[in-house]
């Protein structure tokens, strides 16, 4: 039973450009969701999280939309550098971050030059 | 701040042997030290949530008396593979939460059976 999942394993895009990152769940408990990066080999590293009371959160380069209705959220990389190429997972958990996270399945980004 | 780091980033090891995976939190305290595995091309699964001075919550699924957490201060749990098998190989990652809801973490152990 995949709780948080995220559709497109892979996804290419030209340096300068916007990255989409997609993250559907299934459980409406879910009330905090992060973003982590991880390339291979390492552990993820924290980018960005949001609560359920918001439905958007930016931090530079950085933006998670939410939409509670839908149970989506994704995550903008505005402009895109060939440095953002790396795995990307959402999580998600209930009762705040502190919680266990359910992880998706994770998205590969590469951003071409 | 907020470094993780884990120790050994990699091992290997006979079948049968028994291995120790350590978990810091270098620059912060952390009461609440989760342990995560993740096989190749798949996402990363919680094995376990340790609380600094009590019991670790297994997950289900997860054998409890072959993976041995111990949280023994605010900055350090370990992990214990005990009589490992080659289907053990795996990446473990620990991540560490101190007073804020976002967990860290480290950068992992790659685990070897022969």
């Known amino acids: 039973d995949q709780q948080v999942k995220q559709n497109s394993p892979s996804l290419s895009v030209q340096e300068g450009r916007i990255s989409i990152l997609n993250c559907d769940y299934t459980?409406?408990?879910?009330?905090?969701f992060l973003w982590y990066k991880k390339y291979p080999a390492e552990g993820p590293t924290f980018l960005i999280s949001?609560?359920?009371?918001?439905d958007k959160n930016e931090d530079g380069r950085f933006t998670v939309f939410l939409n509670k209705s839908a149970k989506h959220l994704s995550l903008h990389i505005v402009p895109s550098q060939p440095g953002d190429s790396a795995v990307y997972f959402c999580?998600?958990?209930?009762?705040?971050?502190?919680?266990?996270?359910?992880f998706g399945t994770g998205t590969q980004l590469k951003v071409e030059l | 701040g907020a470094v993780v780091s884990q120790h050994p980033s990699r091992v290997i090891c006979k079948s049968g042997t028994s291995v120790k995976i350590e978990c810091r939190s270098l620059?912060?305290?952390?009461?609440?030290m989760f342990w995560y595995r993740q096989f190749p091309k798949q996402s990363l699964m919680l094995m376990a949530t340790?609380?600094?001075?009590?019991?670790?919550?297994?997950e289900q699924g997860v054998e409890k008396d072959k993976f041995l957490i111990n949280h023994a201060s605010l900055t350090l749990s370990t992990l214990t593979v005990t009589s490992a098998h080659p289907e053990d190989s795996s990446f473990y990652i620990c991540?560490?939460?101190?007073?804020?809801?976002?967990?860290?973490f480290g950068p992992g152990t790659r685990l070897l059976v022969l």
């Open positions: 991540s560490a939460m101190g007073r804020g809801e976002t967990q860290y």
């Open positions: 459980n409406s408990m879910f009330d905090y």
């Open positions: 949001i609560s359920s009371i918001k």
């Open positions: 999580a998600a958990s209930s009762g705040g971050g502190g919680n266990k996270l359910t």
């Open positions: 620059d912060f305290q952390a009461t609440t």
């Open positions: 340790s609380n600094e001075g009590s019991k670790a919550t297994y």
